[in-house]
């Protein structure tokens, strides 16, 4: 009994690693709507290196890699959550005013090199390395040096 039951812990487990790490390439037509027209509207000068669906247990995302080396990630309704930019500066429009005003009155020879969009929460890193957390409603949380 305690044979198969450590059996069927292991299999448990390694289905769910196998599961876990399941990637599949997608063509940008298959990506939902608001993400293509998202991509037209944001980054009209990109080419997309390639695409791919990840199936994740509870968050399954879209990942998008730009030939130049910058990349996008959509939740599975197709609304951007993360956006890394290696060679380009961060549209303003992706953020809250009042995140985009701080920004420019605080670090204003600074560039947003990346953005993650939570549930509750933004994280912007500026190009100096500096993280900056914000509210939903723009308000700053935490700096992290």
Sequence with gaps: MKKALILLVCTS???FAAYADNEDMITTDQL???SQQFIKKYFPNE????AKYDPEFFDSAYEITFKSGNSIEFNKQGEWKDYECKTCIVPDELLPNEISSYIKEKYPDKNIVSI???KKTYEVKL???LELKFNLRGQLLEIDL
């Design 116 to 118: 993650e969009r939570g």
């Design 32 to 34: 939902p709507v608001v």
């Design 13 to 15: 487990f390694f289905s």
């Design 127 to 129: 190009s100096n390395g």
């Design 47 to 50: 080419t997309v290196a390639y």
